[in-house]
């Protein structure tokens, strides 16, 4: 079957009692057993009966067979937000005196994950131009435990070549884990690019109106030593499972996943090309321009869509500010991928925190806006921007 037709019918594990067509929402917390038997190897993982809802729940199951269906994975886990997914992949692999290579182009909260929380713990990030390989091969050594990155980089839309990366990598038996947030999966394969675990935000594309948060941790099964790490310890030990309404309403996202992505890259590609004839716009980042540098790598890897956010750099920071204040039509918040499209300043705000220097280490400057566009007609967004510009 193709792709949409396994995110609308694949069926659930067990049948529904009633015989609904929609996976019912389990918020129960405990399942009873017929007998001792069948309790004890449920809980040792004999059965694939669930035994209790904080480390397995019929309703989140059903979500992560659907995604290991759609990508081919060996293993799919749901998390409670795409950082709890990242956190416990890179927790997989860490120990005290390991390194993680990676790159200062990263989500905020993913660079302070790896630069700050992880620090204390003996476990070390090295920086590196992951666009760079020979940067890449020089930092890998005998104590680095994963390289790390973004497919596309938020907010920089930066892209490294993941195949050669991989090949490095695997090279020094190295495992690569990738956040592939910006594109969805039913758009890539990265697992023919050599990336061994699939890190995202849920809460992005699969929510899609913003309803839910959630993590996916897509396990592609060529280091078996990682989901041992992550089934049978981490999500025992720290408690970050998805909750069943989230993984109800990502279930319901899932099955309209193509269509509304579809539209939305059809949507960010229109008003990209758009953006770039408009007085008062000094810079247009989006990988589908065809001047962008990472266009035919992007073409090469992800296929023809090129995800829905859109980086725009104006004169100074005040003229950003001036901007998000008189629009009328885009929404000034935080998050991807919305239904609607979406703006945000990101240097003092997702970014805030950092220091002036660190923040130009990042290429994250004071004069970039960020849009997620959404599916409004994309006319309509272009005229918001326009008159917001005047």
């Not at 996976?23 to 917390?29: A, F, R």
């Not at 659907?66 to 416990?88: D, F, P």
């Amino acid at each position: 079957m193709k792709k949409q037709t396994i995110a609308i019918d694949k069926s659930f594990v067990r049948p529904d009692a009633y015989g609904s067509l929609a996976v019912p929402i389990y918020t129960n917390v405990s399942f009873e057993f017929d007998d001792a038997a069948a309790m004890a190897d449920a809980f040792t993982g004999r059965t694939k009966a669930p035994d209790y809802a904080r480390v397995e729940n019929p309703t989140v199951t059903n979500l992560e067979n659907r995604v290991r269906e759609l990508t081919g994975a060996a293993h799919v886990t749901g998390y409670n937000s795409g950082m709890a997914a990242i956190s416990n992949a890179l927790f997989a692999v860490v120990a005290q005196g390991k390194n993680i290579v990676t790159s200062r182009h990263l989500f905020g909260n993913t660079l302070a994950l790896v630069t700050t929380t992880l620090m204390p713990f003996g476990v070390k990030p090295r920086l590196r131009d992951l666009t760079n390989l020979e940067q890449v091969e020089a930092a890998i050594d005998g104590n680095t435990c994963c390289v790390y990155l973004e497919i596309v980089t938020n907010p920089q839309l930066e892209v490294a070549d993941l195949k050669s990366i991989a090949e490095i990598a695997h090279g020094k038996g190295v495992p690569v884990i990738a956040d592939s947030t910006v594109i969805p999966f039913t758009e890539t394969n990265l697992k023919s690019l050599g990336v061994d675990i699939e890190v995202l935000s849920s809460t992005k594309y699969l929510s899609g109106g913003g309803t839910s948060l959630g993590g996916l941790v897509i396990d592609y099964g060529t280091f078996p030593e990682i989901n041992k790490r992550i089934k049978g310890d981490l999500l025992f030990n720290i408690g970050a499972y998805m909750n069943p309404y989230s993984a109800y309403q990502q279930t319901l996202g899932l099955e309209t996943l193509d269509v509304r992505y579809k539209r939305q890259a059809a949507n960010a590609q229109h008003v990209a090309e758009g953006l770039v004839d408009i007085d008062g716009i000094e810079r247009v980042t989006y990988i589908g321009l065809k001047d962008n540098p990472f266009y035919e790598l992007a073409r090469k890897q992800f296929g023809p869509t090129s995800g829905a956010m859109i980086a725009i750099d104006l004169a100074s920071k005040e003229a950003c500010y001036e901007f998000i204040n008189r629009l009328k039509l885009i929404h000034r918040a935080t998050n991807l991928f919305d239904n609607r499209t979406l703006a945000i300043h990101p240097a003092s705000t997702i970014f805030g925190l950092f220091p002036d220097r660190q923040l130009e280490q990042m290429d994250v400057r004071q004069t970039t806006i960020r849009l997620s566009i959404g599916l409004e007609d994309p006319d309509d967004i272009l005229d918001d921007i326009r008159q917001a510009l005047k």
